[in-house]
Nanobody, 116 residues
């Protein structure tokens, strides 16, 4: 399984970005996919994850501002980020959990920088 992220960049506070992550390889339909982020000097934290349209978890820190959607046919997840804040600045990593293989897969990450 390979994950490729796109959509990061530099944006002013209050702006929006949309991250995309495409998964390739042998993927099972209910494999959870989602996003983590890691700011400099901080631990990696969960942003949002989903197994489908009726099972999505979004962390409290971004709830109401970020929306996670999944296109199962394209093996793609999107993270729509609105009302961005400087504290959202981090490297955002796409992840997929393969229960059959017993492991998580990670993308290389995409930088999101929010200026004040």
């Amino acid at each position: 399984v390979q994950l490729v992220e796109s959509g990061g960049g530099l944006v002013q506070a209050g702006g929006s970005l949309r991250l995309s992550c495409v998964a390739s390889g042998t993927i099972y339909g209910l494999s959870p996919m989602g996003w983590y982020r890691q700011a400099p000097g901080e631990q990696r934290e969960l942003v949002a994850t989903t197994t489908g349209p009726y099972s999505t978890h979004v962390s409290d820190s971004v709830k109401g501002r970020f929306t996670l959607t999944r296109d199962g046919a394209k093996n793609t997840v999107y993270l729509q980020m609105n009302a961005l804040k400087p504290e959202d600045t981090a490297v955002y990593y796409c992840t997929l959990t393969d229960y059959t293989a017993g492991r998580d897969y990670w993308g290389p990450g995409t930088q999101v920088t929010v200026s004040s």
